[in-house]
Each structure stands twice: as structure tokens, then as C-alpha cells.
């Protein structure tokens, strides 16, 4: 039976399921395989082979009757059954195709536990690495005799206790940053409008100050909870490690190997699906290593 490999892009949301059976000298070739595919309407293309007869009648009902918003392909590690765009525009007013850029999301948080799983092959970071190991710069924080105690494994895990930054402001940031950041009292916005805010107001050194300064949530590999914060911190140690940015990182350990070349971190601006006035989307500064990779379903 044939893997499926799938790649669904919204504005909102990236789904893969990839097969690993190729190496990457003899996978498909995805571009040659989409141009076999025959055009059924607008960006809606599919494999005519009878073997793929029922899955392509179901992908065509999703696309052509149904609110499917964004950028599709469903394949094979041989051929590509199913190709799309529907429902959803880019910033140009077309409507959206396969080589449209959306922002990935938590996806990213994938490529960061790559980059950090490549270092720890060539033994320059240990699972058991604590933070105490690269952020002693922070020891005068309130909660680093604990927070410092979290391993790179924990992080990866989302075991580590600590805040997330992004869904919990008020818990990962005091009160004091928050009224120097954004000048004013917010005790009466809510979260969703206070981090809104905050994200164009704090540095890495406030992120990182914070974390270790914020009452943990649990103490280290005792409960699974998910933060963002994890992996902004493990974007930041592959940059001590290696002396590099975490986007050139990418770039050379996992981009251009792959040959993804409409792929990008740390980059504002070049996220070519339309996204509302008044959609609230991060900046990839504020999300690094969690949540500001771009992207395409070719990619």
C-alpha cells in the first residue's frame, strides 16, 4: 500500500503527513509530477490514473463544493493524485495556487527540534544540556534556580514548566514589563490583546529574562504543557551553539538540501496569501524557532 504525503496550506494552518521510504536523491520530483496532472477548473488539478479514481471524486467534491480555503496537494512518494487552490486570495486579488507563501505557524516548531537533533548528533549539545549551561547571564532572575534546571529534552517535550509567552502574557510577563512596554496599565485587556501589543514591544533579552524570572507552571519533565516558549529558547541555544542566525541555520542544514527554495525564516513580507485587516498574524522576529517559517505546499 502507498503512503500518502498531503501539504494543505490556509492562512491559519499547515497539515503534512510525509512518508520517509526516499532519500532525497530519488524522490519525486514534484514539479515534473504536477505537470502531468490534468486541469479540471481554475487551480484544481488532478491525477487521472484509475487507481486514484475515488480519492480524486472525494478531493474534487471538497474543493469544488465545499468552503476548502487555501493551497492543497495530496500525493504519493511516485505521483502526485491532487492539486489545488480554492477559496481563498492572494495579495494580488488572484485566487490563491501552489506556489502561494503562507505563514506555517507552530509548524516551524518541527524544523527547530531538526536543527537541534542534528547538533546533538554531532555532539555539540546533549538532551541532558540544562539552561543553566547557556543562560548563566541570568541568575539574578527570581526563578532561575529552577527554570535553569530545564533540559533541552524537556523543551523539545513540552515538559519544561515554563510559561507560554505567546497564549499566557500575564503569567510569563510581570506587570512591570508589561506597563514599560506598551506605556500604559493593561490590567484591564485581555491576554489575547495584551500579547497583540506586547509583540512589537520586547527584545529576545526581555523573552529571555522573562522566562527565567516568571513562576513555572509545574516543575521540569512532570507535566506535558504546551508553550511556545520552548522553542524560542532552543532557536536561541542553536544560535550560541553554532554562532550563526537560526535563519541561516535553516537555510544550511535543512532549505537548500531539501530544495526548498520558496521557503523562508525570519522574513517579513514575502507571505503572498491574503490575510484580513483585521486578522491579528505575528512577526517573525517575535516567533523564532516557534512559529515564523514561511512556506508553500510545493515546499
Known amino acids: 500500500m502507498k503512503k500518502i504525503i498531503a501539504a494543505f496550506m490556509t492562512a491559519v494552518m499547515v497539515l503534512g503527513i510525509t512518508s520517509c521510504k526516499k532519500d532525497l536523491k530519488t524522490r519525486t520530483n514534484i514539479e515534473n509530477e504536477i505537470s502531468k496532472l490534468q486541469n479540471v477548473e481554475g487551480n484544481i488539478w488532478i491525477n487521472t490514473d484509475e487507481e486514484y479514481g475515488n480519492m480524486v471524486n472525494v478531493l474534487l467534491y471538497q474543493a469544488q463544493e465545499t468552503d476548502l480555503r487555501g493551497s492543497l496537494i495530496v500525493a504519493t512518494d511516485d505521483d502526485v493524485i491532487f492539486a489545488s487552490g480554492t477559496g481563498l486570495l492572494d495579495n494580488d486579488g488572484n485566487v490563491v495556487s501552489l506556489s502561494t507563501t503562507y505563514e506555517i505557524g507552530s509548524i516551524t516548531k518541527s524544523f527547530t527540534a531538526v536543527a537541534i537533533m542534528k547538533l546533538v548528533e554531532q555532539g555539540k549539545i546533549s538532551m541532558d544540556d540544562t539552561l543553566e549551561k547557556y543562560f548563566p547571564e541570568y541568575s539574578d532572575c527570581a526563578y ?93 541555544i542553536l544560535e550560541r551553539v553554532t554562532g550563526k542566525t537560526y535563519e541561516d541555520i535553516l537555510n544550511e542544514e535543512i532549505f537548500r538540501p531539501c530544495g526548498m527554495t520558496d521557503t523562508t525564516a525570519m522574513c517579513f513580507g514575502d507571505v503572498t496569501a491574503s490575510i484580513k485587516d483585521d486578522a491579528w498574524h505575528t512577526e517573525p522576529c517575535q516567533t523564532k524557532g516557534c512559529g515564523d517559517i514561511h512556506s508553500t505546499v510545493v515546499d
Open 144 to 236: 532561575y534556580d529552577r527554570t535553569s534546571k530545564v533540559t533541552v529534552s524537556n523543551m523539545l517535550h513540552m515538559r519544561s514548566g515554563i510559561p507560554d509567552y505567546v497564549n499566557q502574557p500575564t503569567l510569563f510577563f510581570d506587570a512591570e514589563t508589561i506597563m514599560d512596554a506598551l506605556g500604559y496599565d493593561a490590567s484591564f485587556m485581555s491576554e489575547e490583546s495584551i500579547i497583540h501589543q506586547l509583540y512589537n514591544s520586547v527584545d529576545e533579552d526581555d523573552i529571555m529574562r522573562s522566562a527565567f524570572s516568571c513562576r513555572p507552571n509545574n516543575e521540569p519533565d512532570t507535566e506535558f504543557e504546551y508553550s511556545n516558549t520552548n522553542y524560542y529558547i532552543l532557536a536561541v
